[in-house]
């Protein structure tokens, strides 16, 4: 990891990272990582190359960084896990707009899920202490042929036929993102799941509604719940995300205004509360006490 964060600051170009998850049946997890750079000038392009040639003698220092987390979960979770097939690629590509410098990490989670009962796909414990996107980071996870989305917690910015999609930047708290599939076949003879603009919206056996499924998604998280203040909403959405969150994304869960969330979060501020740390145009709000 360290190599590409070094590589990042030495070509002072923003960097793009998309993390491809295939779910398969059997509870493994296919992953490709993607770090993609754009190279607009002779310089970028050979500080790549030079980068890129050590880089790809440190494939097994990676994997074993890989190995570490996945021994650790499996540890915690007490489920067998392994990493199969690992294998780093580096290429230049050309594209429309220009040179790109590709970096393509691929393995295989074993016992990346776990399954219920019923054999429904259970995702998302492995994420001990949560996940995090920074901007210009977008996690992909494919649904595997035969089941369909039951549970998404929280929900997606986008999604596809066959895929759900978060995009940076986003803080997860603990266990997060977590997914259930089910069989298709399982499914009762209910509304289908319905979806509207990037936002999941999922209505269990209810009909779908006519307005935007994003609005519908975060004014049913951030509601006001009888008697509860203004403060509270606040301090609720905080925890929800396991005490860690952008001030952006309070405001848009909450319903209530910038100008408001900002003179709650001074209050908490001031009385040691919550704490904000200013990472690029946003504020992320820290849970104190």
Same mark, same amino acid.
């Given at each position: 990891?360290?190599?590409?964060?070094?590589? @990042?600051?030495?070509?002072?170009?923003?960097?793009?990272?998309?993390?491809?998850?295939?779910?398969?049946?059997?509870?493994?997890?296919?992953?490709? !990582?993607?770090?993609?750079?754009?190279?607009?000038?002779?310089?970028?392009?050979?500080?790549?190359?030079?980068?890129?040639?050590?880089?790809?003698?440190?494939?097994?220092?990676?994997?074993?960084?890989?190995? @570490?987390?996945?021994?650790?979960?499996?540890?915690?979770?007490?489920?067998?896990?392994?990493?199969?097939?690992?294998?780093?690629?580096?290429?230049?590509?050309?594209?429309? /707009?220009?040179?790109?410098?590709?970096?393509?990490?691929?393995?295989?989670?074993?016992?990346?899920?776990?399954?219920?009962?019923?054999? @429904?796909?259970?995702?998302?414990?492995?994420?001990?202490?949560?996940?995090?996107?920074?901007?210009?980071?977008?996690?992909?996870?494919? !649904?595997?042929?035969?089941?369909?989305?039951?549970?998404?917690?929280?929900?997606?910015?986008?999604?596809?036929?066959?895929?759900?999609?978060?995009?940076?930047?986003?803080?997860?708290?603990?266990?997060?993102?977590?997914?259930?599939? %089910?069989? @298709?076949?399982?499914?009762?003879?209910?509304?289908?799941?319905?979806?509207?603009?990037?936002?999941?919206?999922?209505?269990?056996?209810?009909?779908?509604?006519?307005?935007?499924?994003?609005?519908?998604?975060?004014?049913?998280?951030? %509601?006001?719940?009888?008697?509860?203040?203004?403060?509270?909403?606040?301090?609720?959405?905080?925890?929800?995300?396991?005490?860690?969150?952008?001030?952006?994304?309070?405001?848009?869960? /909450?319903?209530?205004?910038?100008?408001?969330?900002?003179?709650?979060?001074?209050?908490?501020? /001031?009385?040691?509360?919550?704490?904000?740390?200013?990472?690029?145009?946003?504020?992320?709000?820290?849970?104190? %006490?």
């Amino acid at each position: 990891m360290l190599w590409i964060i070094a590589l @990042a600051t030495a070509l002072t170009l923003p960097s793009y990272t998309m993390y491809h998850l295939t779910i398969l049946p059997d509870g493994s997890a296919g992953w490709v !990582i993607e770090h993609r750079f754009p190279l607009s000038t002779p310089d970028e392009i050979e500080i790549f190359k030079k980068m890129t040639t050590h880089a790809e003698n440190l494939t097994s220092d990676y994997s074993a960084r890989i190995g @570490a987390i996945v021994s650790n979960a499996s540890r915690v979770l007490g489920r067998s896990m392994s990493i199969e097939g690992f294998s780093i690629d580096v290429e230049t590509v050309e594209t429309v /707009s220009g040179k790109m410098g590709l970096i393509r990490i691929e393995f295989t989670w074993k016992g990346f899920t776990k399954t219920t009962p019923s054999g @429904a796909i259970d995702l998302g414990d492995v994420f001990i202490g949560g996940f995090y996107l920074s901007e210009g980071e977008t996690l992909r996870i494919k !649904i595997p042929a035969g089941f369909e989305v039951a549970e998404a917690r929280p929900a997606p910015t986008d999604k596809g036929a066959d895929y759900l999609e978060w995009r940076g930047r986003m803080v997860f708290t603990d266990g997060e993102p977590r997914l259930l599939l %089910r069989h @298709a076949a399982a499914q009762p003879q209910a509304p289908a799941l319905q979806w509207g603009g990037p936002t999941l919206l999922y209505i269990a056996g209810g009909a779908a509604a006519s307005i935007s499924a994003a609005y519908i998604a975060y004014s049913l998280r951030g %509601r006001k719940k009888p008697g509860e203040s203004e403060l509270d909403i606040v301090i609720r959405i905080i925890k929800r995300h396991g005490g860690v969150v952008y001030q952006s994304q309070i405001v848009r869960e /909450s319903g209530l205004s910038k100008s408001t969330v900002s003179t709650i979060l001074k209050m908490l501020e /001031s009385e040691g509360r919550v704490m904000r740390v200013r990472e690029g145009r946003e504020n992320i709000v820290r849970l104190t %006490r």
